[in-house]
């Protein structure tokens, strides 16, 4: 029998599912890519299914037009952001996405990210590949403590409550800021204590991760005020989305050492342009958005939108629609 | 007073050996300092009344001339690392008693094992070098793809302090861990961490998906990673070495990243140690190499050189106890 037919970026391109995964979606599914509906239109009415890997700039309202059999739109990861959603819905096509197969790749990422910066890595392995015999390491080599600092969470979902519980493993003394407080078994079980104020948070931490889902509420959390209430000596890591830092304010920040270093997964534009000075900041690291590119986490996402769009199709309620 | 303060023996100040200011001033708050090379100008005046001798990095370099010069030397008091090119059986018979500040380190060498843990597997330095403006990975595939933590099998060689510190930090993320040792450790500590015991190093090499080396250095540990070691590791597993550079057969490490034997390492130690120029590992892809770290971050090297302090004052009023954390013999 003829599988159903999905649309999809080409494999192996960018804001496409890697090749090397493109059999998990074509043991379920024919994969029609954008290329080929836009030169054959007669493909438009078998497509039930839109899978989105990244940025999803094709998915507008004249696409949604001429599709007349589509259910469902399936996004890889956690954040919905880059969807118009109302507008999806009222086509009456469900939205999906796969929450629960990035957290612990986002949380060891934080982790990583916030390492690195700690303990100059980057720097560190610069200099062991250029040095010369007798230039040696230097205080400015020296990295800062992890254990026992003080981390703080802002926006204790899913992930961030992941952090909380790999920062605990190395004695950091753990705050929170949350729309709403968890339960006090919880906030016991990772020793995480509330902060209902943001400033307060950010009065005491050693780092700042920041691990909310971007809204109009937490566009630009972190700006000029937040970041003076900052230490000086602190670390910003954002596994977010870049729009919940506003990156002007985060650069002066950094360029009068209001904070003392950055590491961030996310950025707007991403990537950035090359001349941008969050690059050359001494202080600062930038990812590609890599919070979820592992083997392992990239099949987990991808076997979960394969069983939400398996859902949709048969008329099922997916295990991850998102509702607005 | 000044004058009452006892007369300690230090490498310098600044320089490649030497304590910075900040931390000389510290050992000055108890201690009065000579440096090395103002004991080898004017002896006479200085090596009778020499209580104590401060090493860091190695140095001074402690020969049994040097402490055949020192007839009121009680303590030597040492930041754990390179203890081991110390004769203690000399020294103790000599009745100087040595501290090595035991466990001050720790803490940030288990942080740094798992800071290049997590470098490594999750390719942070060439996503940063990717986001700067270099080249991408050339082919998409697998390989471009980072490894995941959460979940892996961890194998820890060495479960002294560093060790043990390194397999709490993993159980946050969820990892299997192995560990193998001269002594297997209480069932309490392997419980507190969910560490099993590998009395056979090869059995954690065949199922480590990252392998930690955090053995004190001594003959038995030198080149405990060889050719041989490296081909039972699985061809997707990293290496990381916080311990010694002599602990890994460098050569041996080189053939196995270039041939895939094993996916990468994340090295804070080589030997020699710096490489030279034009070393191969020096323009490895696959490899993460810190210019020896260990425990250097600003807070805990003035703890190390507050708990030296420490120690030393404590042999001082009391030479027939042991300082809080002697070596023995």
Not at chain 1, 71 to 92: C, E, Q, R, T, Y
Not at chain 1, 147 to 167: D, E, P, Q
Not at chain 1, 260 to 280: C, F, I, K, M, N
Request: proline content about 5%; overall charge neutral; some cysteine.
């Amino acid at each position: 029998m003829e599988k159903p037919c999905v649309l999809a970026r080409k494999f192996g391109n960018q804001e496409a599912v890697y090749s090397c995964l493109s059999s998990l979606v074509e043991e379920h599914f024919t994969v029609i890519d954008l290329e080929t509906i836009a030169s054959q239109p007669e493909f438009n009415q078998k497509i039930q299914a839109i899978l989105v890997w990244g940025c999803c700039s094709f998915l507008n309202r004249s696409l949604l037009q001429v599709l007349p059999n589509l259910k469902v739109v399936v996004s890889g990861g956690a954040g919905v952001n880059h969807l118009d959603i109302p507008l999806i819905n009222s086509f009456g096509v469900k939205v999906c996405n796969t929450p629960n197969a990035v957290g612990n790749a986002t949380a060891d990422l934080a982790m990583g990210l916030m390492l690195a910066s700690a303990r100059n890595i980057i720097q560190g392995d610069s200099f062991s590949r250029c040095h010369e015999e007798g230039q040696d390491i230097d205080e400015s080599h020296f990295g800062r403590d992890v254990s026992s600092k003080t981390l703080g969470i802002v926006g204790m979902g899913n992930i961030g409550y992941k952090v909380a519980k790999r920062a605990l493993a190395f004695d950091m003394k753990i705050f929170y800021h949350n729309r709403r407080r968890r339960p006090v078994e919880e906030e016991r079980m990772v020793g995480a204590e509330y902060c209902p104020v943001l400033e307060d948070l950010l009065a005491v931490s050693d780092y700042v991760v920041l691990l909310v889902n971007l809204s109009k509420a937490s566009t630009h959390l972190i700006g000029r005020k937040q970041l003076s209430a900052m230490k000086s000596t602190a670390t910003l890591i954002n596994v977010s989305r870049g729009m919940v830092v506003d990156q002007e304010a985060l650069v002066e920040a950094l360029q009068n050492k209001t904070i003392q270093a950055a590491a961030l997964d996310v950025t707007y534009p991403e990537p950035l342009p090359r001349d941008h000075p969050l690059l050359s900041l001494p202080n600062v690291i930038v990812l590609p958005h890599m919070g979820t590119h592992t083997l392992e986490t990239s099949c987990h996402m991808i076997k979960q939108m394969m069983a939400n769009v398996l859902a949709a199709l048969a008329g099922e309620t997916p295990p991850d629609e998102v509702i607005v | 007073m000044e004058a009452d303060k006892p007369l300690s023996l230090i490498s310098g100040v600044g320089g490649k050996h030497g304590f910075s200011e900040e931390h000389a001033d510290l050992i000055r708050q108890h201690f009065q300092t000579v440096c090395y090379s103002d004991l080898l100008i004017n002896p006479h005046l200085y090596a009778p009344k020499i209580q104590a001798v401060f090493i860091w990095k190695s140095n001074p370099v402690i020969q049994r001339c040097l402490l055949q010069s020192l007839p009121s030397l009680k303590v030597i008091a040492t930041e754990g690392v390179g203890f081991d090119r110390l004769d203690l059986r000399y020294i103790a018979n000599m009745g100087v008693k040595v501290t090595n500040a035991r466990g001050v380190a720790s803490d940030a060498t288990a942080d740094l094992a798992m800071a290049l843990l997590l470098a490594s597997a999750r390719r942070i330095v060439q996503g940063h070098q990717t986001a700067a403006g270099g080249p991408e990975p050339t082919a998409a595939g697998p390989h471009r793809l980072a490894c995941d933590v959460t979940g892996s099998t961890l194998g820890i060689i060495g479960m002294g302090d560093v060790g043990y510190k390194v397999a709490r930090r993993s159980t946050g993320f969820e990892m299997n861990v192995l560990y193998h040792n001269r002594t297997q450790r209480s069932s309490e500590d392997e419980e507190a961490v969910g560490a099993g015991y590998c009395g056979n190093m090869d059995d954690l090499l065949r199922n480590s998906d990252y392998v930690v080396l955090a053995v004190n250095l001594s003959p038995g540990a030198t080149a405990l990673i060889g050719r041989r070691e490296l081909s039972l590791m699985k061809p997707s597993a990293i290496l990381v070495n916080v311990s010694s550079g002599l602990v890994v057969d460098l050569d041996a490490l080189v053939q196995a990243l270039q041939s895939g034997t094993i996916h990468s390492a994340a090295l804070d130690v080589t030997h020699p140690d710096p490489l030279p120029r034009s070393h191969p590992l020096r323009s490895l892809p696959n490899v993460i190499a810190t210019p020896h770290l260990g425990f250097n971050t600003a807070s805990t090297v003035r703890r190390m050189v507050q708990r030296m302090v420490h120690d030393a004052l404590a042999v001082l009023a009391d030479p027939g106890r042991p300082g809080s954390s002697p070596v023995q013999v």
